[in-house]
């Protein structure tokens, strides 16, 4: 089977891992499978998807070779915040002051922002709703808060510890390909069929 970009690209960050750092097993198809899954090899948005891993994802994707998943959420949340908050802008169609609109919002969260694509009809309910799990964990990672981080991941010990929290190589993975779709929903509002609506 041949390889794909995204496999490749993620190969590198593997590869320049050292040896004391224990990698997970089949990190580059698993992520390679959850991206394909949104946008197959050949379609028209899998290249878009291929740049945004290459030039916003790709510290996302060192983290997740390097098994830092609570590292990766914080990056995945604050990368899929600016995308949205820097096209919102384009997506309601004001031709000028960009920088004038884009100067009110960026102090709303991804979460306050994302019923504003929803009422647009560029994101579904369901990415709302992921939006939402999305920033539940990056404030429970990035404050501490483990109540917060309960909501959403099984504990494997009594520690109040992040790594107390199962955070999985497949979940983090899906989250990644979930935040490259919204970055790419938001790109191109009236390029995409919204599913889950």
């Known amino acids: ?31 390679d ?19 945004l891993v290459a030039t916003q994802f790709d ?6 070779a390097l098994g830092q ?11 899929t915040e600016h995308a949205a908050l820097r096209f919102l802008p384009m997506n309601l169609k004001i031709k000028e002051n960009h920088s004038m609109i884009f100067d009110l919002l960026k102090r709303r969260s991804l979460s306050e922002i ?4 929803r009422d647009l009809g560029v994101w579904s309910i369901d990415d709302v709703k992921f939006v939402k799990k999305l920033a539940t964990l990056r404030n429970g990672v990035a404050h501490r808060n483990f109540d917060l981080l309960g909501k959403h991941l099984k504990r494997i010990d009594s520690e ?19 935040c490259i779709d919204l970055c790419i929903k938001a790109f191109k509002p009236n390029k995409r069929k919204r599913k889950g609506t």
């Not at 991206?35 to 290249?47: K, L, Q, V």
Request: charged share 25%; hydrophobic share 35%; net charge neutral.
């Open 1 to 31: 089977m041949r390889r794909t970009y995204i496999q490749d690209h993620l190969k590198h960050h593997v590869e320049r891992s050292t040896d004391d750092i224990q990698v997970p097993e089949d990190v580059e198809l698993i992520l």
């Open 33 to 51: 499978q959850e991206i394909t899954a949104r946008y197959p090899t050949g379609s028209s948005h899998r290249h878009v998807a291929e740049m």
């Open 59 to 64: 510290e996302v994707l060192a983290l997740i």
């Open 69 to 79: 998943f609570p590292s990766a959420i914080l990056l995945m949340h604050s990368i």
């Open 114 to 117: 994302a019923s504003y694509y």
């Open 160 to 178: 109040r510890k992040l790594k107390s929290y199962d955070f999985s190589l497949k979940q983090t993975c899906k989250a990644c390909a979930h």
